[in-house]
């Protein structure tokens, strides 16, 4: 798994257990959660479904959760970090 990655301080990566959040998945949260757009706007924006919106949204959420909440890496796959 290559990309960026989130993870707890203190544990090294290769010891952690990995949860990949793609790049829709990440446009998506970062669209309705951190810009305020509603599911149809940030289709739109995507050039997707406001269904496909809700999907994305819905596995990002779970994925971020899930890597909080167990102390596993959230990494950003396919996305270059600057």
Known sequence: MKGKAFKPTGVPLKEIEKIALYRDELEALKLCDMDGLTQEEAGEKMGISRGTVQRLL????????????????????????K
């Open 58 to 81: 819905s596995e990002a959420r779970r994925k971020t959760a899930t890597a909080l909440a167990e102390c596993k890496a959230l990494v950003l796959e396919e996305i270059i970090c």
